[in-house]
């Protein structure tokens, strides 16, 4: 809790525009889910790149359907699995191959378990996942918020958040995610809550929901 609170207040200090962000949202409420495996947690991420959260909840509700006895199909059965049994989930030729070589990685020890992974420096993972094929330093930094907790997490190349902090601010168009990290420094270290809070500014009614790892 005591990480929660700092963060939300070191927000609301930095200006005018954050403190009203901050007391329209309420308290951060960011929910990792330390408990999964990096493995499945970078699979999760893959199923929602480029889509909205929608349509990536019921791409892995037919993957996870597979294997009802199981919380999550192991490296091994996704390996196994068929081409077109993935093309039935959903998830576009791409991603199947991205999959599929993020299980063979994790049989051959490239993706660490869960123990060694928390070991690693956030910058160390992100270099050693993201030459998977397929696998981009937004795909490991969503692992590293969601599946590893890491406080200090800004995804400059997310749309949502670049989009976020343009309407924050009420720019005419979003900082380049160079420019972004320039700005997103003076949020160290509670940058994942700082993305946290961006995600959630008031879009216009057609904007789409952000893609999440879920």
């Not at 700092?6 to 930095?14: C, F, H, K, V």
């Not at 597979?66 to 077109?84: E, I």
């Not at 051959?108 to 696998?135: C, F, H, M």
């Not at 900082?175 to 959630?200: D, E, F, K, N, V």
């Amino acid at each position: 809790m005591r990480r929660t609170v700092d963060a939300s207040t070191l927000l609301a200090s930095i200006d005018a525009d954050w403190a009203r962000l901050v007391a329209q949202v309420g308290p951060c409420g960011h929910a990792p889910k330390p408990a999964r495996e990096p493995y499945e947690a970078l699979v999760r991420a893959v199923a929602y790149q480029q889509l909205h959260v929608k349509a990536g909840d019921a791409i892995l509700a037919r993957l996870l359907a597979w294997h009802p006895q199981r919380t999550f199909p192991s490296p091994a059965q996704l390996l196994d699995a068929g081409f077109d049994s993935m093309r039935a989930c959903g998830f576009s030729a791409g991603k199947i191959e991205t999959i599929r070589g993020i299980a063979a990685a994790t049989l051959s020890g490239v993706v660490p378990n869960s123990t060694a992974a928390q070991a690693l420096p956030d910058e160390a993972l992100i270099t050693r996942l993201s030459a998977l094929k397929g696998v981009g330093r937004w795909t490991v930094e969503m692992f590293l918020i969601y599946g590893l907790g890491r406080p200090d997490i800004l995804p400059v190349d997310d749309f949502g958040v670049r989009e976020g902090y343009r309407l924050l601010k009420s720019l005419d168009t979003a900082p380049t995610p160079r420019a972004l990290a320039a700005i997103g420094a003076a949020w160290s270290p509670h940058r994942t809550a700082a993305a946290w809070y961006l995600w959630r500014v008031p879009r216009p009614s057609k904007a789409k929901a952000r893609p999440t790892a879920g």
